[in-house]
């Protein structure tokens, strides 16, 4: 009998850059992701299936992610894109062989070849990634999360009812390009906000009774969500269930530390109003497994012996052939490349990740007694897009874990139902980013962006609340465009690449973009309404405003104003 479970979570995310600009900043992001995680990912698990394993992985596709991968713009694009590699290596190997260089030659071809079975692997599942997976979700052989619609920083909008809205256009893109609706839901950054009083992270009016984003998102009928480990760590204890659910005192987790309380290898339900049992769990991140992966000191993606992401043969789209080599070398002393000296060190490094894992359930049972699970969650693009050889790591992690009797490889969905938490407990805020809070999102380079946000929201309610749409089909359109405009520059994206410093004027660019289209809907929502002058009619000039909106943002396509009811 296994002594634990293994929960491998893996969150595929990018914002909306569908017709939004190529490179550096654009459609690249999407076919790069697409060539290097999405289509490998998904081999890797036929892989697994091809040796009798089970994958047994949890992969979130955020809303906007499936929008893009399932639009004939990104599948066009996509197959020039990977025309254009496969060019580029023949290119390249003709450049190599006027320079007699023999290895680099021998890379060349091996990138060639690489392109060219992705094109064959992309024309086989013909061009539907996300049937693909949704395909193997409904085989068993892994989960499928959803998330908010655009990956909105939840715990700082406004309004309850934005919230509601992100969730519910989330479920409803979900279950439209997969077929079904998930169980379970990546909190975008894994934010997290309780219920109660509230205060925004600029001089607005605070909130005095918040409705807890557990409770937001269980009104959608999702069972479970994933959280920082320091959120469980400082989780009060409210609830147990032994025949029947008790309510306990907050020093319960002090007297009864066997339980499993404020410890990340149980979830545990969750109600940050304390009425009564939770209706969502929660499942906390192993930070000591993650960071074998994540950390940049120990981190397995930083050997010497892996694919250097940042160096490329030529500028805009240039293949890589050089090996990281060290981690103080610069990008002049790299050494090239060896594809036949990576697969020992990607089997040395699943096995040590197999072991931590093994010992830290081991760990967990004999503290506790009990069947615990260690849930490793990570960005998806970080397997074969940041860190080439990623995903053969987790055909070897999973093909040992599959022959490992003392680790049961579960999905959450799985995990939940063979082990039903006895435990309800309320959650502090935080986050998974720096800091744990939400600093990443809110400070002094980002915080006018709230202003603006803040002012989108309050002005949508106001015109969905007073404007007859109801009567008004043209109206109605016209708020849902706008609406699709207020879910886009909600995307926690912006803030992100601004704050890093990653893509300053595109952050920027994108948010007032979106700003302004909106903007630009809602005016002509109120003429349309107020102005007797206009009886209904739009001028060319406006007619072309909502047109260019409809031709740059093209995901969404089936908006309900009700989304936003409470």
Known sequence: ??????????????????????????????????????????????????????????????????????????????????????????????????????????????????????????????????????????????????????????????????????????????????????????????????????????????????????????????????????????????????????????????????????????????????????????????????????????GYPGDGVYLEFHKRHGLRRGLRYWKITGAKVDLGGKHLYYPENVQSKIHEHATHFCNVVKQRLWDYHNRTGRHGVVMASFDAELFGHWWFEGPQFLRDVILSLNADPDVDLQTSEQYLHDHPPDKTVSLPAGSWGEGG???????????????????????????????PWQKDPQIEELLKKAGRELLLLQASDWEFVITRGQAIDYGIKRFMLHVARFETLIDLCDKLSRDSAYLGRLTDLEKHEVEDAELHDVIFPQIELNWWKM
């Open 1 to 298: 009998m296994a002594v634990g479970s293994m929960c491998l979570v893996l969150h595929g995310h990018l914002p909306y850059v569908l017709r939004h600009g190529v490179w550096p900043h654009g459609e690249d992001w999407l076919y790069e992701a697409a060539a290097e995680t999405y289509l490998p990912i998904l081999s890797m698990i036929d892989e697994c299936v091809f040796f009798k394993a089970q994958p047994h992985i949890t992969i979130g596709l955020t809303p906007v992610l499936l929008e893009q991968l399932s639009h004939e713009h990104f599948k066009d694009g996509f197959e020039r894109y990977l025309a254009d590699r496969i060019e580029r290596a023949q290119q390249d190997r003709k450049d190599f062989e006027a320079w007699n260089h023999g290895h680099m030659i021998y890379l060349a071809q091996h990138w060639e070849e690489w392109y060219t079975k992705l094109a064959g692997q992309f024309a086989k599942i013909d061009r539907n990634i996300p049937k693909a997976y949704a395909e193997r979700a409904e085989s068993g052989l892994i989960e499928i999360l959803t998330s908010a619609a655009t990956h909105g920083y939840l715990p700082l909008l406004y309004e309850d009812s934005s919230i509601r809205a992100q969730l519910r256009a989330g479920l409803a893109s979900s279950h439209r390009i997969l077929g079904f609706k998930p169980t379970g839901m990546w909190l975008p950054e894994c934010a997290y906000r309780p219920g109660g009083q509230w205060d925004p992270p600029i001089p607005w009016v605070g909130k005095q009774n918040r409705i807890g984003l557990d409770h937001l998102v269980a009104d959608e009928t999702i069972t479970h969500f994933f959280v920082e480990n320091h959120l469980i760590e400082n989780s009060r204890s409210e609830w147990v269930r032994d025949g029947q659910w008790n309510r306990v005192n907050w020093d319960e987790s002090r007297k009864y530390p066997g339980r499993g309380w404020q410890d990340v290898h149980e979830p545990a339900l969750v109600n940050s109003d304390g009425t009564g049992p939770g209706r969502v769990a929660a499942f906390g991140r192993d930070a000591q497994v993650c960071e074998q992966v994540w950390s940049g000191s120990i």
């Open 437 to 467: 809070d939400n600093r990443v999102w809110a400070n002094e380079k980002i915080n006018w962006m709230w202003d603006i946000e803040y002012r989108c929201e309050a002005l949508f309610g106001k015109m969905t609340f007073e404007l």
